[in-house]
Each structure stands twice: as C-alpha cells, then as structure tokens.
C-alpha cells in the first residue's frame, strides 16, 4: 500500500488538527480507514466538495475512486498509525489486509498548531423539489453466456493459440460444441 509514493512513511505534525486528503486509488479493492488508537476522524468533506459540518467517525469506508477530506486530533504528543481495515468485500480479506494495516505513521511534534474544529463548514441551498418530476428507470445488463460466445468466435478466428495455457473446455461444453 502506497501513500504519496511511499510505504509506510512517516509525518511529523506540529499538535493541533491534522487535515488528511484520503484517496482510494486501487482498482478493485474498497479501504477502510481509521486510527490505531481508535481516535476519531472528522469528515469535512468529499467528492462532492465541503460538508455543512464536520461528521465524527471511528472508521471511514472509501470505495475505488472515491475521496474524503478528515480532520485528525493532534494534541496529545502519542504517535498513532492511520490503518486501514479488514473489508468483507469478496476475495480482499487475504494477507496481509485480513487484520489492521498500517497506511501511514503520525508523529505529534512540540510545535503548536493554532486553529480549531469548526462548527459549520459551508452553507449549501435547499435541493429543489423533485416533485412532478419523470421517473426513468434503466436496467444495464449482459447476457451470462456472451463472454462464452466470444470465447468461442476467439477459438473459431485463432485456433487453440488464442486460449493457450487456459483450459476452457469445460465451458464450452455448456454451448454444446465440443473442442
């Protein structure tokens, strides 16, 4: 796990509120982030933009793509880890992200930030109504046998080089033809 190109580096932050800009850039797998030492994040804000007031939080689930801006304590000069938690999203809870992960170390420093937790963050207007509005439903979906179908018009163009080292003749059998 990488963070600004690192693994595992080190920040050191004067004490005070740490602003954390937390980004999902894996392809497939969801994170969810937290604190070693159980203190709370502070969301202020997302893709969306700034919240109206900061949410307090325990963990922060982030999915491929997504980001979030938090608001980490400082003040107490202990070094906690930013983690990153087990997901039970298939097949992602396998070592080493079966248990806490370690994303980045906070070391709080003598110097003294000045500043504090805010109580609103931004003043957004109402959301129009949606009353009277037309509803439109679409459905996106894909025939469950069409991947079979191109493997199969692969195999018909390229012969056997075009699946070399894959074995997919049990799934070719349910098309009823035979290899």
């Known amino acids: 796990m ?13 004490r005070g509120w740490l602003r954390l800009r937390l980004l999902n850039g894996c392809n497939a797998r969801s994170l969810n982030f937290a604190t070693s030492d159980n203190r709370p994040l502070y969301v202020i804000a997302s ?3 700034l919240l109206p007031e900061p949410v ?3 963990e922060l689930p982030v999915l491929m ?3 979030f801006e ?5 003040n107490d000069n202990k070094p906690f880890d930013l983690v990153t938690l087990p997901v039970s999203q298939m097949g992602m809870a396998i070592a080493p992200f079966d248990k806490p992960h370690p994303v980045m170390r906070i070391q709080p420093i003598a110097i003294s930030a000045s500043g504090a937790l805010p109580d609103t963050l931004s003043s957004l207007p109402a959301l129009p109504s949606l009353e009277g509005l037309t509803v439109r439903k679409l459905q996106l979906s894909m025939d469950p046998m069409l991947d079979m179908m191109g493997m199969q018009m692969l195999m018909e163009k390229y012969g056997d080089q075009a699946m070399a080292g894959m074995d997919h003749s ?3 059998g349910h098309m009823g033809t035979a290899i």
């Open 2 to 14: 990488l963070t600004n190109g690192a693994i595992y580096p080190q920040h050191a932050a004067p």
């Open 47 to 49: 893709d969306g933009g």
């Open 56 to 58: 307090k939080v325990s």
């Open 65 to 67: 793509g997504e980001r």
């Open 70 to 74: 938090v608001l980490v304590e400082v």
């Open 170 to 172: 049990q799934m070719m």
